[in-house]
């Protein structure tokens, strides 16, 4: 089974800085997807940036990014000039190769919090 | 595109009963999964639709849990003789298996349940 680990339960930064969430997962196969997720507090989980496992091009979304290293199974977003807006539970999630049965292997997320 | 949306947001049930949980899928998704996230944790996976086929199922957490979509587009999932454990965040999500978005999940708001 897969496995998923987010080592830092919770962080916090000032405001327009660069912060980076770390991600670790645990998987013999290889092709599979990753991805960040967001949850605002009381409020519905949305997908931030995604990355599948035989593109060897970090996805980029805006402000978000990610180190993918593959053979190192880990996954850390990047948030840069990070905004009020972006405090959050953040959850890594990982979906393997065999189709929606799958389902999506989560992490504990890190709540990040940004101060003004 | 109206999101995927559940019903009801809130559930409180006295210990026993049963419980039913509506979700409607983004109306071109034909994969639709249900979660349960409990307070500081991750979402965990329950089961899997692909059109009304119930395809994974193994991981529902006791014969006390149930799902259906019977003519797959909404679905319910139902929580037969309650328990104090069963409170938890109940999540939907749809998605769909090809197109620039394929394999992503989209979340529903979740209905949260309390069992007393």
């Known amino acids: 089974a897969q496995t998923v680990t987010q080592s830092q339960p919770e962080m916090s930064v000032q405001e327009a800085e660069t912060v980076t969430l770390s991600c670790t997962y645990d998987?013999?196969?290889?092709?599979?997807?990753l991805f960040w997720y967001k949850q605002p507090p009381s409020r519905q989980m949305i997908l931030v940036i995604r990355?599948?496992?035989?593109?060897?091009q970090n996805a980029t979304e805006n402000r978000f990014s990610v180190n993918f290293q593959k053979a190192a199974k880990s996954f850390s977003l990047k948030i840069s000039d990070s905004q009020l807006g972006d405090t959050a539970m953040y959850f890594c999630?990982?979906?393997?190769?065999?189709?929606?049965?799958?389902?999506?292997?989560f992490g504990k997320g890190t709540h990040l919090i940004i101060q003004p | 595109d109206t999101g995927v949306s559940q019903d009801p947001r809130h559930k409180i049930t006295k210990r026993g009963q049963n419980v039913t949980f509506r979700c409607d899928p983004i109306s071109e998704h034909n994969r639709l999964y249900w979660y349960r996230q409990t307070l500081g944790q991750g979402p965990e996976f329950l089961t899997y639709f692909q059109n009304e086929a119930q395809l994974e199922k193994s991981r529902l957490l006791s014969d006390r849990f149930s799902a259906e979509r019977p003519k797959g587009s909404f679905s319910t999932l139902e929580i037969q003789r309650t328990e104090q454990g069963d409170s938890a965040m109940y999540l939907c999500?749809?998605?769909?298996?090809?197109?620039?978005?394929?394999?992503?999940?989209?979340f529903g708001p979740g209905t949260r349940l309390l069992v007393l």
């Open positions: 999630a990982f979906r393997g190769s065999g189709g929606g049965a799958d389902g999506l292997t």
């Open positions: 999500a749809s998605s769909q298996p090809s197109g620039i978005n394929e394999e992503t999940q989209y």
């Open positions: 990355q599948e496992a035989y593109k060897q």
């Open positions: 998987t013999s196969e290889n092709n599979y997807y």
